[in-house]
């Protein structure tokens, strides 16, 4: 990606909000409206991500709900290179913010693990193989989904300043502590030994 300068503040404030309102679409709950499966946000945790998708038994409905949002990130960031080129950052910000506060729903959104990830890749496709491979490992090894979301968004920033990417590791600090203010519960679970493993239901 270019340098910043050059770019006006209206336009990166323009292609933030572009990125926001991609962000802000609840595709786990249109996916599991549509396929009849009923109001996401009363199953499980009532987080709208593919996580809880996965709740309702669905594997299919999970793995599209994933790949849905993990393709917010990205293709608001594409959008807003091939516009502006350096302003990716600034778009896949926007589309995480809109992810974990959509317009839509009253500002009550997801948790921005698979959006962070969509965003990773299309910023520098190896930071999102760093993601995948700590996200899958600590999911896989604990079968606990939260701890290995929150242990791939604490990988970016180091993995950003080792790859030599300045311009996107300010992002990943950022979207590191939302990530973490989001999971506060899991987080508290965690210690307590009362966070829900992966294919368990959980009512928190």
Not at 26 to 45: C, E, K, N
């Amino acid at each position: 990606m270019n340098d910043l300068a050059g770019i006006a503040v209206a336009t990166l404030g323009a292609l933030m909000l572009m990125g926001y309102l991609l962000g802000s679409i609840p595709f786990g709950i249109i996916l599991t409206r549509m396929a009849g499966a009923g109001d996401l946000r009363s199953i499980g945790s009532g987080n709208i991500g593919a996580t809880n998708v996965l709740r309702t038994g669905r594997k299919g409905l999970a793995a599209a709900t994933l790949l849905f949002d993990l393709g917010k990130g990205a293709v608001a960031i594409a959008i807003a290179e091939a516009i502006a080129p350096g302003s990716g950052p600034f778009a896949g910000l926007g589309a995480f913010f809109g992810h974990l506060y959509p317009i839509w729903l009253k500002f009550n959104g997801g948790k921005g693990v698979a959006t962070l990830l969509g965003i990773a890749i299309a910023l520098y496709w190896p930071l999102g193989v760093v993601f995948a491979v700590v996200w899958l490992s600590v999911a896989f090894a604990t079968r606990f989904s939260s701890l290995g979301g929150i242990m791939a968004a604490a990988a970016m920033p180091v993995a950003a300043w080792w790859f030599g990417r300045e311009q996107a590791l300010w992002v990943f600090v950022v979207m590191l502590g939302f990530v973490l203010w989001k999971h506060r519960s899991n987080i508290q679970r965690l210690i307590a030994g009362t966070e829900p493993k992966i294919g368990k239901s959980s009512a928190a």
